[in-house]
């Protein structure tokens, strides 16, 4: 046995002493507290510890930090780079069951929770208050101090913005278990450092969030939705790429090339032709929609666009963004029996359709099975690539492919991530996108968690 | 001499053989770059050095770190909060002539400046493209590093946020001498920690920032303003509030009182009643600007306004804006011979009658002449003090007041300043906002600049 295993084996029975029956050691919910939506391979905690408030985070961390145990915070393990593993072993804080919604504050537009509420679940608790959170990153289960700690986005970024914008504060566990709070409910403060957005993306490396603030909105007055098939991705980008230069306020505006449609078709009983297609929502009032989709309509018909279709109803428009938000399993189900890895870049909005195309080309000569989708408003998509693990050519394509993309991003002045995070699967090019700036982050990390005990293995070459 | 002396003389004998008249001893230029709007002590540094590029600004920084000589960086000097004092001598670092537009990517909405370009001369560049950079904070001379040091904001923050929200990546020098960039040009990125948002309000202490890419907007097709007097500062709030929830869309509401109104009526030759005021703005379409205006009048009209006058003609709406502007000399105007104090809090916006009451109710007590005025969407509202320095038990009252007022906010579960920055004005209320966050702020203070050389005596208790 080694030095870490005495250690670690002397922390879980000192947890198992305080926490009883939340500190759990099977191996069936350890597995399931890796990573399991990625072809990364799965590196299981030695315990699992199911946090009831932060208290008990600042007791595990203390714990922790004295017998020095790796720690990695866990929401609903709906990351995609590998966050959640422990490639060193320690212990998985689970902060699912600090669901506490602790204020709803309707005339500010903002809401107090712990970490562990879900965004299905803030929802819900809102839906008769005439508020929502908007942010949507497909996983209607993910915890909102999961997605602040991945620094999420989704569909609706390109009007209500990321977990960047609408996090008004954080309290968090530092590695000496200190619980601070980053800030207070002003929308706006220039009182010293912005730990919030230090902490908004640090992906568990720096601190444990126990809760949060979130700005939310209210509900529109009118919804319109829309699907606007094109001849080409390219055609499709340009409209993009002119609506936004009018800042014509979409609140989404989502990119299926014609391999997503058909998957898509397929799982969620659409029946849209195999085309590239952009599926379209305008939030406000209803002279204000109006006036939004006539204008969109128009720059579509000037780009080409092969239709416009409204969904008119409610349930016509739930359908779409369901189906939209079951891209993931869809595609899966294209190819069955294969692994699913999805990546994601975002590049300046001139660069997207070069991206696109230059990507969709690459698919084709790699000879590789991959649905592309994208918040193309901000500039940012997604292949899913579905690989045969059996058949090792291919594999080693894939990963021609997920490295020519994440550099292709960069050499476009983009990023190698704009929403899923940089966990274990992009550590690689960390350096390539920050350069120098690398050492300044190693330098906060060191300065916060010495003893790099905070969600080891993550973020860093 | 003492050793602190001996050092900087050695330094600036170094830094006067590298640069030449690009260094500069003289008094007057000396005391012009000390802190002078506030009634701070003005604290000039031991030399001024003119910064060409930023090859210039790392041989600065590398000379001053090997004789440890304080370094304070220098937009403009339009700073609140003695940001630019020499406390402890030094150099002080005039960015002023980094005036370099790098590039304007128009189809990215996004421009590549260097710090010292000021948002006037960025506005005038951009004109015939159809863009600008929306960011104001009333002095159009402010520089836009200056600006990004302090996490200006101004009187469009509520449509189009601060800077914070505006500043896609800075480059900067550190303490080492080592010249960073914190991002590429993506609109967002998952990419490691945010060290863009830790340099945005970082006031000098991390680093100097050299050059910036921001986000600009599209002029907006339709431009209206109003003037909108109330009978009391309580319903022009509560107007303020329903507007706000109801995401009206305005890009300017400020509040004028009725002592800001006397004040600008005489400065800038306006004849407006005497009594508590909003200036709107409202940018977009045709359609869109017409609907935004004819909710905001019923909802002012509830809350029973007193009137609501169009600024019809651009002169009239640059006459408007310009009056709003020339405030801070306007209300020195006001009681000449006078020392000024500008100062601002920020609160959640339940909380911005409350807390503006009790603010005049302070202010009648006290005996003080204190116009007030608010971009009050944000919650953020001003008061500038007018002081007779002679006058002992006046100067007194005025401490008294600023600190009534920056505990007031806090207590509102708001902050000692929404955009003017610690500085040393404020530093005393840094540990009160923030508590044990304040530690990890020292941390990484500690971390980037071991030496404390970067812009000491501010922000930190």
Known sequence: MNDANTRHTRAIDTL?????????????????????LTWLPQQPPDAVLFASDADDVIA?????????????????????EGHVNAPLGGLSLDMSRMTRIIAVNAEDLDVEIEAGVTRDQLNSHLRDSGLFFPIDPGAGNATLGG?????????TAVRYGTMRDNVVNVTAVLADGQLIRTGQRARKSSAGYDLT????????????????TLKVHGIPEVIRAAVCPFPSLGTACAAVIEAIQLALGMARIELLDEVQIRASNAYAGLSLAETPTLFLEFHGSEQATSEQVAMFR??????GC?????????????????????????????????????????????RLADCVTETKADIAELQLVAPLVGHVGDGNFHVQVLIDMANAAEVARARTFLERLARRALAMAGTCTGEHGIGQGK??????????????MRRIKQALDPDGLFNPGKIFP
């Open 16 to 36: 198992r002493q305080s926490f009883g029956d939340k500190l759990q050691t099977g191996q069936a919910l350890r597995d399931q507290h890796a990573a399991t």
């Open 60 to 80: 595990a961390v203390q714990i922790a930090a004295a017998h020095k145990m790796p720690l990695i915070p866990f929401g609903s393990g709906t990351s995609l």
């Open 147 to 155: 997605m602040a700690a991945t620094r999420a986005s989704g569909t």
């Open 197 to 212: 957005r230090l902490f908004v993306g640090s992906e568990g490396t720096l601190g444990v969030i126990t809760s949060l």
């Open 298 to 303: 128009s720059i579509a018909e000037s780009h």
């Open 306 to 350: 092969l239709g416009f279709e409204h969904a008119q109803s409610t349930e016509a428009r739930n359908q779409l963004w369901k189906a939209r938000h079951s891209i993931f399993w869809a595609n899966k189900g294209l190819r069955p029996g294969t692994e699913s890895v999805a990546t994601d870049v975002c590049v300046p909005i001139s």
């Open 427 to 440: 550590r690689g090019y960390l350096a390539d996108e920050h350069g120098a700036a690398v050492a300044v």
